[in-house]
Each structure stands twice: as structure tokens, then as C-alpha cells.
């Protein structure tokens, strides 16, 4: 395990950018990325100074997906059978998708390539900001495999609707920028040269507000995916609502630093 292969980095306060760095190979999902990223995301996971966070590529891809010529080490695995093998490797790489549920919202800065397990990397991040270069591809059914992988058949139907999803995964085209911002897949398109930034930006606004309210705000979006009905996930929201006006001065705070014409500072306690 190379952790040069996933750099983390903190390029402004409250933000940590998770890059992954194998640019040659398209920043594929070899297991000696995937390893140290899920290592990498555990750790920010309990870092309180981080506030949200940005994952992109390094190069010209966001992640090309399997690495079908270097997969890389996967551990844990002597003296394991090939089935067993099979499992624990699909093991890690669901891991990771899992892991970006941090506590803090995750920004996709989509710089190029979001192919196959790259693209369900991208849609397991609470945002997705896309350069003008960037494309995406469901290519399981390109490769005389199924599209579905990583929660891709979970993930796709709920970030752009059934029937766009059911035609990416089936045909395996390519969705550019501009489809993709249009059809919701992204929630901007911005020039290469501005992504980052774009995203910091995001991360900023997101890091100013309070840290339960976002974290809270976090939860009930994605659980709502799953909701059973409008009232019970009403009732989720309402407790969460009530948990931070009853247990913190922030909405005081934000009241008076609107009649004084300032920035609100949230300090999340009574």
C-alpha cells in the first residue's frame, strides 16, 4: 500500500481535499487507492476541525473505475479461496462507497473521467460539481458485465429518475457536462480552471453554518431516499429541528446578526 497513491490535504480552514493519485491510470479503482482511501475517509470522518470536504482526481480523470490491468492487493486474503477472494475484494470497494457517508457533506469535484465505479464514487458524494471536461459513463454493460455496481442501480434512479437511469445503465453512452448538469446529475458545470475553487467555495458556505445543523440536514436528505411515508420522515425532520433550537443559541444568533448586519457565529451550545 502506496499512501502516496490518496494525498489529503486541508487547503483551507474547515475543508480537507481527498485527491486521488494515480493520474497515469486514470486514478482507477485499483485496490492500492481503494485501501488507503477508505483508510483516509475513517480518518477525516473523526476529524472535528474538518467541516466538509472535497474528493476529486489528480490529472485528467476523476476515476476511470476498475483497473482491469493492475488491480492491485487486496488484504486480509491468504489462504482464501477464489470465491472468498471474490467477496472480500467487492468487500473493500462497497466499504468505500459506504465510508463517504461521513459525518461531513462531500463535494465531487468531477475533473474529467467518472466511468463505471468512478461514476458511483461521484453519486455517493452529497454534491457534484462538474469542469467542462468532465464526463460520465455507466460501463459495466460495455464491458458484457452488468451497468449495476456500488449501488449504481441504488444511486442513479434517485440523483437523475428512473427512466434516464434505466437508459444510461442500459446503453452505456457517455453523459457530458452539459447533460449532465441539465438532467441533474451535477449541480453545476464550471470551467476546469474554476472547479476547486467552486468547490472550496461550497465547502466554506457549508463549514460557516452550524455543525449539527448541517450534519442533521445531512442525515434527513439521505435518509428521506428511503423514507416509508411523508408523515414519519416529517416527524424525523421535526426532532432534528427541535434537537438544535432547544439545545443551542443559534437561532437567537441568527435573528440578532440579521438585525446587526453581520455574520452569524454559531457556537452550537446553550
Known amino acids: 500500500m502506496n499512501p502516496a497513491l490518496v494525498l489529503l490535504e486541508h487547503p483551507r480552514p474547515d475543508v480537507a481535499l ?7 491510470r486514470m486514478n482507477s479503482m485499483a485496490f492500492d487507492v481503494m485501501v488507503p482511501l477508505r483508510e483516509i475517509l475513517a480518518e477525516v470522518h473523526h476529524d472535528n476541525a474538518v467541516r466538509a470536504v472535497v474528493l476529486t482526481g489528480a490529472g485528467r480523470g476523476f476515476s476511470s473505475g476498475a483497473d482491469h490491468k493492475s488491480a492491485g492487493s487486496v ?8 470465491p472468498s477472494y471474490a467477496l472480500r475484494s467487492m468487500e473493500v470497494l462497497d466499504e468505500v462507497i459506504l465510508a463517504l457517508r461521513l459525518h461531513q457533506p462531500v463535494i465531487a469535484a468531477v475533473n474529467g473521467a467518472a466511468i463505471g465505479g468512478g461514476l458511483c464514487l461521484a453519486l455517493a458524494c452529497d454534491i457534484r460539481v462538474a469542469g467542462h471536461g ?3 459513463r455507466a460501463a459495466g454493460i460495455n464491458n458484457g458485465l452488468t451497468a449495476s455496481e456500488l449501488g449504481l442501480s441504488y444511486l442513479l434512479p434517485r440523483a437523475i429518475g428512473t427512466s434516464r437511469a434505466f ?3 442500459l446503453t452505456g453512452r457517455d453523459v457530458h457536462a ?6 441533474g446529475l451535477v449541480s453545476r458545470r464550471v470551467p476546469d ?15 460557516g453554518f452550524s455543525r449539527p445543523g448541517v450534519e442533521l440536514t445531512k442525515r434527513t436528505l439521505w435518509s428521506g431516499l428511503d423514507a416509508a411515508s411523508l408523515e414519519g420522515h416529517m416527524q424525523a425532520e421535526g426532532l432534528g429541528q427541535l434537537y438544535v433550537r432547544l439545545l443551542t443559541t ?8 440579521r438585525a446587526e448586519r453581520r455574520a452569524p457565529h454559531f457556537t452550537d451550545d446553550k
Do not use: K, Q, S
Not at 18 to 24: A, C, G, Q, S, Y
Not at 193 to 207: K, V
Open 18 to 24: 481527498i485527491t486521488l493519485n494515480r493520474p497515469e
Open 75 to 82: 488484504p486480509h486474503v491468504a489462504g482464501l479461496t477464489r
Open 134 to 136: 468532465a464526463y460520465f
Open 167 to 169: 437508459e444510461l445503465m
Open 178 to 183: 452539459e447533460e449532465a448538469e441539465r438532467i
Open 193 to 207: 480552471t474554476e472547479l476547486l475553487d467552486t468547490c472550496y467555495e461550497l465547502a466554506g458556505r457549508i463549514a
Open 250 to 257: 443559534n437561532f437567537e444568533e441568527a435573528v440578532a446578526a
